[in-house]
């Protein structure tokens, strides 16, 4: 990446702090298999992204911080991948680029522009999984909020996964509406009948 980048790479601190955040022991679902699934589907629709080494590195640093218990791993995430931008000299307007592309991978934030788009969707693909790998991933989910009372958690979950299916549509590139949408609202259709059982 940093080499399609024309810029030097930073030393292997980076690297090794990032493999040992998304190998928290807290982690089930948010981990090194999410980041190599997220690899995987971005290799789909890299040639639609303006910058796609951008949204390589972003997919890198999104989920970079993550505990259930707080609202701003996104934006933690975000900065740690900015300051990483800014001190191997890239462009402030990649870094910030870097910044926004995080950012929107909030559930409740809305994707602008392709490379927005293709991170989103990227980041959203194992809901078009195939249904045993979804209900791995269901699985992976309950365990991390495993300190969340089960009524509580049910609940929530099901308005989460609602509002993915109240979408007009869940991916936003053709691409992926036309390869994962109906598994996707399959799977939600199925994980929220079995949430309400």
Request: with cysteine; glycine share 2%.
């Amino acid at each position: 990446m940093w080499a399609r980048w024309d810029v030097a790479a930073p030393d292997t601190t980076v690297f090794e702090r990032l493999i040992a955040a998304y190998s928290e022991p807290h982690r089930k679902y948010h981990t090194l298999q999410h980041l190599n699934e997220c690899f995987t589907k971005l290799e789909e629709i890299r040639t639609e992204a303006r910058y796609p080494e951008e949204v390589e590195f972003a997919l890198w640093f999104h989920d970079a911080i993550y505990d259930t218990k707080r609202q701003d791993n996104e934006s933690k995430s975000a900065e740690w991948a900015r300051e990483t931008a800014r001190a191997q000299n890239l462009s402030s307007d990649a870094a910030e680029r870097a910044h926004r592309l995080i950012m929107v991978t909030r559930h409740d934030a809305e994707p602008h522009g392709m490379d927005e788009e293709v991170l989103v969707d990227v980041d959203l693909s194992i809901l078009g999984a195939e249904p045993e790998r979804f209900d791995e991933y269901e699985n992976q989910i309950r365990q991390e909020y495993a300190w969340v009372p089960g009524i509580v958690f049910r609940a929530k979950r099901r308005e989460i996964l609602r509002g993915f299916l109240a979408r007009p549509s869940i991916y936003s590139t053709r691409r992926f509406r036309e390869v994962y949408e109906t598994q996707a609202r399959a799977n939600l259709e199925r994980a929220i009948k079995q949430l309400g059982a």
